[in-house]
């Protein structure tokens, strides 16, 4: 593999060009090379959920991600997700339930429940705890994020 690699991708919707080192990892390119923080850094392992993102419509960790392989890729992060429709519905829920005390995991929660409530609208308790097994909360004891994506699974599904 060279040292650096020219990738070309899109960004929440933008056209990015980049030339990244061969080993960074895409959750790296997108913070420390795009400043684009919203995505936490939290295990670097593949652990936590914390990094999550989408590419091409499924849920990623970046910290396991090549930036290489983004290559030709739709991502989605965030602050993507933050300012579409089913975003603010989350951001909404979640203020009204509670579902934020440090807010380090909030970032890569809203990614993934955004993502399973577009293909579960609606969804159940046993749906949400599954779809969001793979994100890590050290502060709220899950309660007030399930109500939260509840609420918005429930709202999104009045649509
Ligand atoms: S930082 Fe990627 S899963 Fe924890
Ligand atoms: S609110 Fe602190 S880790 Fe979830």
């Not at 914390?50 to 090549?66: E, H, K, P, R, Y």
């Amino acid at each position: 593999m060279p040292a650096k690699c020219d990738i070309a991708f899109s960004l929440n919707g933008v056209k990015r060009e980049l030339t990244v080192p061969a080993g960074m990892s895409a959750l790296e390119m997108l913070r420390d090379r795009l400043g684009l923080t919203g995505t936490k850094y939290g295990c670097g392992e593949g652990e936590c959920g914390a990094c999550t993102i989408l590419v091409d419509g499924s849920t990623v960790n970046s910290c396991l991600m090549f930036a290489a392989d983004c290559d030709g890729r739709e991502l989605v992060t965030i602050e993507g997700v933050a300012v579409s429709a089913a975003g603010e519905r989350l951001r909404d829920a979640f203020v009204a339930n509670g579902a934020v005390q440090c807010g380090f995991c909030t970032p890569g929660l809203m990614v993934q429940a955004s993502h399973l409530i577009e293909r579960h609208p609606g969804a159940d308790e046993a749906t949400i705890r599954r779809g969001i097994e793979g994100n890590l909360c050290r502060c709220t004891g899950y309660r007030k994020i399930i109500d939260a994506v509840a609420a918005a699974a429930k709202e999104k599904s009045h649509e």
